[in-house]
C-alpha cells in the first residue's frame, strides 16, 4: 500500500524521548514508582479483604463504629505501605539490572530476563539468609522465563 518503507523524519524532541526511555536510570526509577503505585494499590485491596484485622480482637469490641473504622483505616494504610515499597523496590532492582545486563550482553532475548530475574530473587532473598538466596534467584529467574517467555510468544 502506500507509505510502506517510508519512514518520516523525527523531530528534536521525539529523539530525546527515545534517548531517555533507553536509559537505565530512567527505566530503574519508572519501574519502582510504577512498582510503588501497583503494589499500593495491590496492598489496599489485600488488607480490606483480610477478615483477620485488628477489630476482630476482643479489646475493639467496645469501641464505636467511628473508633473501629479509624483503626481499620490505619492499619489497611500501613500494609498498602508496606507492600508499595516492596513492590517498587523489587521493580526498580529488576528493570535495573535487566537494563544493565541487556547493555552489557548487546542483545535483547529471554535470557537478560532470566539474568536478571536470578539476581532480583537472590538480593531478595539474602534478606532471609545466604541458604534462602538461591532458591530465591531460581524461583525469580523462573518466573521471569515463564512470563518473558509468554510475552514475546503473544
Avoid at 46 to 52: I, K, N
Avoid at 57 to 63: A, V
Avoid at 101 to 113: F, H, P, T, V, W
Amino acid at each position: 500500500m502506500f507509505g510502506e518503507g517510508i519512514r518520516l523524519p523525527q523531530s528534536e524532541q521525539e529523539v530525546e524521548a527515545l534517548e531517555v526511555d533507553k536509559n537505565c536510570v530512567f527505566k530503574t526509577g519508572m519501574s519502582g514508582v510504577m512498582g510503588f503505585g501497583m503494589g499500593g494499590l495491590f496492598g489496599f485491596v489485600m488488607s480490606s479483604l483480610d477478615f483477620g484485622g485488628p477489630t476482630l480482637d476482643s479489646k475493639y469490641h467496645d469501641l464505636s463504629t467511628k473508633q473501629q473504622l479509624k483503626i481499620m483505616g490505619k492499619d489497611m494504610c500501613k500494609r498498602s505501605w508496606s507492600t508499595a515499597k516492596n513492590f517498587g523496590m523489587v521493580g526498580a532492582i529488576f528493570a535495573g539490572t535487566e537494563c544493565v545486563i541487556e547493555g552489557y550482553r548487546a542483545k535483547s532475548d529471554l535470557y537478560n530476563s532470566v539474568y536478571a530475574g536470578c539476581v532480583t530473587g537472590g538480593i531478595l532473598g539474602l534478606r532471609a539468609g545466604p541458604y534462602a538466596a538461591v532458591p530465591g534467584c531460581l524461583g525469580f529467574a523462573g518466573f521471569s522465563a515463564a512470563i518473558d517467555y509468554y510475552f514475546r510468544d503473544v
